[in-house]
């Protein structure tokens, strides 16, 4: 596999990582044994960066990571996020240094490891100035127990600020062909830092593989039954883009999903996304994406078929969307 580094002195890491978030029932119930299977498939296809949580199934996401691959820790690039709490009510920001360093105690445990990686704030916690949080978190990075510093959902201006505190080896928000807010300032500012951009959901939480139809019921747990846009009319709306890549996937030989992972791999060596997978079948599907090669032609086709606006409808319910590009 391909690869590339995050951040001017990041680790090197495959063109494709692999987003570990549905192993844990974050899109209704997953099977823990296809989930350890799948992961090992992934490192023998040559994905390196495996992305977890320690929020992902109340902290299960990062055992399963910790006991399916801390035998091959030496092959691995282990990415995980902290930096919220859950509540009753939802997630809440949670970035006080004493926060910051009990969790990191604790997914280090979890994953079976003495350093974690990439540690991303996963958000931020309004009540903490961003000064703050990343000043613990490079205490961390001093202490060797984190090997580089990265952010999810900031703004241009929060990365900004705390790149001066700490070099941000990356910052991880979503990014795919129906959502491309990052273009506007995200992404310009992290190429003018020399920073990495994550994009996960790249296949718009499975919509843009074609598996979400206007009659989908989702399970229960599942994330998207609460975002507007995976529903009613928005979703109607939506599927639209869904029937346009569809349309150029026939033409390629390949399927929905290998056509918006190959579009976002021709946006910049610096743009790592990480599909999420927790079946085999699926991981294969994204990774033969490596080898779908678009003309200019295509991507033109994509342009015209995919409004440069995105998808119709909040990628986040009125609680999700608050805690987003701080």
């Not at 609460?226 to 869904?242: E, F, H, M, Q, S």
């Not at 946006?267 to 994204?286: C, E, F, K, M, T």
Request: charged share 20%; aromatic share 4%.
């Amino acid at each position: 596999m391909r690869t590339t580094t995050l951040g001017a002195d990041g680790p090197a890491v495959g063109r494709l990582g692999l987003g570990c978030m549905s192993m844990s029932g974050s899109y209704g119930p997953a099977d823990p044994h296809e989930a350890a299977a799948t992961l090992l498939e992934a490192l023998d296809s040559g994905v390196t960066m495996f992305d977890t949580g320690d929020f992902y199934g109340d902290g299960a996401n990062e055992e399963l990571l910790g006991q399916t691959l801390a035998p091959h820790r030496d092959r691995v690039v282990l990415a995980t996020k902290t930096g919220v709490r859950r509540t009753a009510g939802g997630l809440v920001p949670a970035g006080a240094p004493d926060d910051l360093r009990r969790a990191c105690e604790a997914s280090l445990r979890r994953l079976r490891t003495d350093r974690i990686d990439v540690y991303y704030l996963a958000r931020i916690d309004p009540a903490i100035p961003i000064e703050e949080s990343v000043g613990a978190l490079a205490d961390l990075v001093a202490q060797g127990k984190v090997g580089h510093i990265g952010l999810s959902e900031v703004s241009a201006t929060t990365l900004r600020r705390a790149h001066a505190i700490h070099p941000i080896s990356a910052v991880q928000t979503e990014y795919s062909l129906w959502e491309r807010h990052v273009e506007n300032d995200i992404l310009p500012t992290l190429r003018d830092l020399g920073a990495a951009l994550v994009a996960y959901s790249p296949l718009g939480r499975g919509l843009l593989t074609g598996a979400v139809r206007a009659t989908t019921r989702y399970e229960s747990g599942d994330f998207r039954a609460t975002a507007p846009r995976y529903n009613g009319d928005d979703l109607k709306a939506n599927l639209a883009i869904v029937e346009a890549i569809t349309a150029l996937a026939i033409t390629k030989n390949a399927t929905p999903a290998q056509i918006a992972l190959a579009w976002l791999l021709t946006r910049g060596s610096d743009i790592v996304p990480i599909p999420g997978s927790a079946r085999r079948p699926h991981l294969l599907d994204n990774l033969a994406a490596l080898d779908l090669r678009l003309t200019t032609a295509d991507l033109a086709h994509i342009d015209a078929a995919v409004p440069t606006t995105g998808a119709q409808g909040s990628r986040y319910g009125d609680h999700g969307i608050r805690m987003i590009d701080q």
